[in-house]
């Protein structure tokens, strides 16, 4: 990703910065992604000139809300709201298969170091679609649109999840389906992962206001919901 990118603001006052984070951007260095050298942390800080502190995290492959605070006070304090679970997250994801109208995924996920931590994510079947295209031993393939509500903050928490019903974020590489990413890499030129950050809220650490901030969808995320011809406005 070139270093010239210019940051979408979805929302600035005197404490918060948010921007809609591109796909494929990581959040800040990592030893994970050495080869990497631009971060939405520096790029944030040389755009509006300030120091800002990252509050929370989103996977480099995930696109969407990423809230940033403007010194360390207002730093801690809304890092301490999302440790107690008082932030409202909403993401949409394209997986596979046709997904429950509802569902409530209660089950562990394994920390890098191997420690289970409990972990809860709802969902919602927004629609659901049904391809022309023959897919293994199916004369069809079949997609859902999920607005997904993360109710605790573990590390792929949304993508593990998914994968663990079987219905995997489309173009999810170390969780997903190998086949069906190589089917929307051929068909459709896609390269992004298909899971977006639309909506943060949370009471303001000043005003004690609720804040609400959405993000649009990116150009390649909206295109392949339009190509699958999900109904869906963002």
Aim: glycine share 4%.
């Amino acid at each position: 990703m070139p270093d010239r990118v210019f940051l979408e603001i979805i929302y600035q006052d005197d404490y918060l910065v948010a921007i809609n984070k591109p796909h494929d951007l990581l959040v800040h260095r990592t030893k994970i992604a050495a080869e990497a050298d631009v971060f939405a942390l520096q790029l944030l800080r040389n755009q509006i000139d300030k120091h800002v502190y990252p509050i929370h995290r989103l996977d480099r492959k995930t696109g969407g809300v990423l809230l940033f605070g403007l010194n360390e006070e207002i730093h801690r304090t809304m890092q301490k709201q999302f440790a107690a679970r008082n932030v409202s997250k909403k993401y949409l994801a394209i997986v596979r298969g046709f997904t429950d109208d509802e569902q409530v995924i209660d089950y562990p996920v394994r920390k890098d170091n191997g420690v289970l931590q409990d972990a809860v994510t709802r969902f919602r079947t927004v629609d659901k679609v049904e391809l022309d295209i023959p897919f293994g031993k199916h004369a069809t393939s079949r997609y859902s649109l999920l607005d997904v509500f993360p109710e605790t903050g573990r590390k792929h928490q949304i993508r593990k999840h998914l994968a663990h019903i079987n219905h995997p974020i489309i173009a999810d590489r170390p969780h997903g389906c190998n086949k069906q990413n190589k089917l929307f890499k051929d068909r459709f030129d896609l390269m992004t992962m298909l899971l977006h950050a639309g909506e943060l809220a949370f009471s303001h650490p000043v005003s004690n206001k609720k804040i609400r901030i959405k993000a649009r969808l990116h150009l390649e995320f909206q295109r392949i919901t339009n190509e699958l011809g999900f109904a869906y406005t963002s």
